[in-house]
């Protein structure tokens, strides 16, 4: 659990974007940002992409750093 969650966050943090901001974007419960970026809930894959496209509105540059942490993470956990 928490792919997203952990790439999430980080990008979050580097680029100073508050989950309510992230929220409002994606029109969800800023709780739910909440449960991504604390590792309380996988968001589903349909929801990856909303984040991605959330980022990309609010600052193109935290898009392109959350896909490559996400599958990042993704590639670790397929290494024996």
Known sequence: MGKAGKA??????????????LAVVMGVNRSSVFGWVNEIADPPGDTVVKIRKALQEIE???????????WEDLEEDKQP
Request: aromatic share 12%; net charge positive; glycine share 0%.
């Open 60 to 70: 193109p540059a935290a898009a392109e750093v959350f896909v490559r942490l996400f």
């Open 8 to 21: 999430l966050k980080r990008v979050l943090e580097i680029y100073d974007i508050t989950q309510n901001r």
